[in-house]
């Protein structure tokens, strides 16, 4: 599946609140195709991989402590700063989320144990 580049400024992306995960990563591809020394994001696209998976990380980590401390609003934070680096982790590897949404349906209504076990068999 090949995604599909749409150049729509930012401010006219209007989406409902279970779109903003697609709408981000559609953001993410405009700026990996049309960097700007203004982007955070096309600057972690230049950086490379090393800088991403660096970037991912940290903001897991910081939603590690986050959630030991116990504060809601930093957890959401930090939640929001690790979906969004993921994000630029799946749109510099060029996998849509879809994909990501499709392995989770896959397991959903699987028991984690016995599907942590499938997986221990398939790699035997």
């Known amino acids: 599946m090949k995604d599909e580049v749409r150049h729509v400024p930012i401010k006219d992306i209007i989406m409902p ?9 559609q953001v993410i591809l405009e700026r990996k195709a049309n960097p700007s020394d203004r982007s955070y994001t096309a600057s972690l696209m230049t950086k490379g991989i090393d800088k991403i998976l660096k970037k991912v990380g940290e903001e ?3 939603l590690i402590i986050a959630g030991k401390g116990g504060d809601r609003q930093e957890i959401v934070y930090e939640a929001a700063d690790l979906f969004f680096h993921t994000l630029v982790l799946l749109g510099f590897a060029g996998i849509p989320p879809e994909e990501v ?4 349906r896959r397991r959903f209504g699987t028991s984690g144990i016995a599907e942590k076990e499938s ?3 398939e790699n035997s």
């Open 119 to 121: 997986r221990d068999k």
């Open 60 to 62: 897991a980590a910081e």
């Open 101 to 104: 949404y499709a392995e989770l």
């Open 17 to 25: 609140h279970d779109d903003i995960l697609q709408a981000i990563y």
